[in-house]
């Protein structure tokens, strides 16, 4: 069996979870890693004994001795690296969002298409297992025709600091959230079930003096069928991820909830470690999350795409799934700034 080489572009957050995900993925190594300064990319080779990391980016794409590039960068860096590695016909998947507005999104898939390599959008919520299951149980007709999806992502706020710069990110909480629940109401209903048009509310609540963005939003999503998505975003709650899904159907109902219904609960008096992503405390009554890496979809999502690339197959997530969660986040700021329902421009 060949083993698919990776180029892990990233040293940070999003990077770190998809080496925990690939730890656990069979006919894979992690050749080399890049990041913009030394010190954070020869740090996670450390961690991970990745043999080489490097600060030269287009040294890093040039080489003909990788399968596929993940790129784990901070979303203000997605299209130029993007752009050249569709250039030089690599492989690549990137992490969401897969740019900050439509227009980069569509310049990103329309590169990589063109390229003819593969192309993958790292959406960990639509491979996350809880939810797999649910759309299992929807094809068999479990739950009937969907009507109405409800999704919750929040916590107490981005983990570094340019993730507050709206001008780098593209966005606040929408943005930054948003991407996982658009994506999951797309996989629920089915993509043949385009968004028609977009509602959104958002505002500044909380993190006036971090952020010009929202740092709490509402977007609702109504598909050509009828059916309606409702998404909840927020930086500003308390107690650690809480990310769940609700999914009702004209004959029954689906629910996930991986951060809040944990199987197992611990009462400590000190600290206990780590308990699970932007957990805000590591004491008393918590719920830690066994195998985060899993239970979110990391895990899932880079088998995948490794498998895809073995065999030469199409991801089931591509650049054109992550340029339309781009437009329907587009159509969520142009809401709320008319505070009208806005069409979904694809």
Not at 35 to 40: A, D, I, L, N
Not at 199 to 207: E, P, Y
Request: net charge negative; glycine share 8%; proline share 3%.
């Amino acid at each position: 069996m060949k083993t698919v080489r990776i180029g892990m572009l990233g040293s940070g957050f999003v990077a770190e979870f998809y080496m925990q995900g690939l730890a656990n993925v069979n006919g894979q190594e992690v050749a080399l890693n890049y990041s913009r300064t030394g010190p954070r990319a020869e740090a996670l080779a450390r961690r991970w004994n990745i043999p080489e990391s490097t600060t030269d980016l287009e040294a890093a794409i040039a080489r003909d001795d990788i399968d596929l590039y993940v790129i784990a960068l901070p979303n203000e860096e997605h299209l130029a690296a993007a752009l050249a590695l569709a250039q030089a016909k690599r492989n690549q998947v990137c992490t969401k969002p897969l740019a900050r507005n439509r227009e980069e999104a569509r310049r990103m898939r329309d590169a990589a298409a063109a390229s003819g390599a593969l192309h993958g959008y790292a959406e960990t919520e639509v491979f996350a297992p809880c939810v797999v299951k649910a759309r299992q149980v929807i094809e068999q007709g479990g739950i009937g025709r969907v009507l109405w999806v409800r999704s919750r992502e929040s916590h107490s706020g981005p983990h570094s600091p340019h993730f507050w710069d709206v001008e780098k990110t593209g966005g606040g909480a929408l943005n930054d959230l948003g991407c996982h629940c658009i994506e999951a109401a797309r996989y629920f209903y089915g993509k043949d079930d385009v968004v028609a048009e977009v509602m959104a509310w958002g505002a500044n609540l909380v993190h006036h003096a971090k952020t010009k963005g929202e740092d709490n939003a509402l977007l609702v999503l109504r598909f050509a069928s009828g059916g309606i998505a409702h998404c909840e975003l927020s930086w500003t709650t308390l107690g650690g991820l809480d990310l769940r899904n609700e999914v009702h159907g004209s004959e029954g109902s689906i629910f996930t909830d991986v951060t809040r219904a944990t199987p197992i609960a611990t009462f400590t008096t000190r600290s206990a470690g780590y308990i699970v992503e932007k957990a805000d405390i590591d004491f008393g009554w918590t719920r830690p999350l066994p195998d985060e890496a899993f239970a979110y979809g990391y895990q899932a999502e880079m088998r995948h795409f490794v498998e895809c690339v073995r065999d030469g197959a199409t991801p089931r997530e591509t650049y054109e799934d992550g340029y339309i969660v781009n437009c329907i986040l587009d159509a969520g700021y142009e809401s709320m700034r008319s505070k009208r329902w806005a069409p979904a421009v694809y």
